[in-house]
């Protein structure tokens, strides 16, 4: 009821509808968003039952958490990996995404918005490859 009741004050506020609807979003990430939150929520559930929990790793809850980390992105276990840089390629696009809406928000985008985009790609970037580098030398045989 409560919706009901402020969209029926909404339209007699603005009884002319716009001419055009039209988006302030812009760019690929923008319409990307739901299904990059859709993988990170699905990643999130795997990674929590792999690492975490222990119950989908070859070396089980009992071991370290280091061990289980070595076991579960061993080259023959390469979709694991795969799957982790997809979500973490996700959740970078979401975090640049977030830090490029945050500076919008704050009013910094107006004169510098070339230089805030670079940084929040930069700041995006870094940690994903930051998170990228432990499974990847593990695949390849670096902590065996």
Do not use: C
């Amino acid at each position: 009821m409560g919706r009901d009741l402020l969209a029926r004050r909404a339209g007699r506020a603005r009884p002319v509808k716009y001419v055009a609807k039209k988006s302030q979003a812009q760019g690929y990430t923008t319409h990307i968003m739901r299904w990059g939150g859709v993988t990170i929520a699905l990643y999130l559930v795997w990674h929590l039952l792999d690492l975490t929990f222990g119950v989908v790793n070859p070396k089980g809850f009992d071991s370290s958490p280091a061990d289980r980390m070595i076991a579960g992105f061993q080259p023959e276990r390469w979709w694991v990996t795969l799957i982790y840089v997809i979500a973490l390629v996700m959740v970078g696009l979401h975090l640049r995404h977030g830090l490029w809406s945050g500076f919008q928000t704050l009013g910094w985008a107006k004169d510098r918005q070339r230089t805030l985009k670079l940084a929040a790609g930069a700041v995006s970037a870094v940690i994903v490859l930051g998170f990228l580098a432990p499974p990847i030398a593990i695949m390849i045989g670096f902590g065996k």
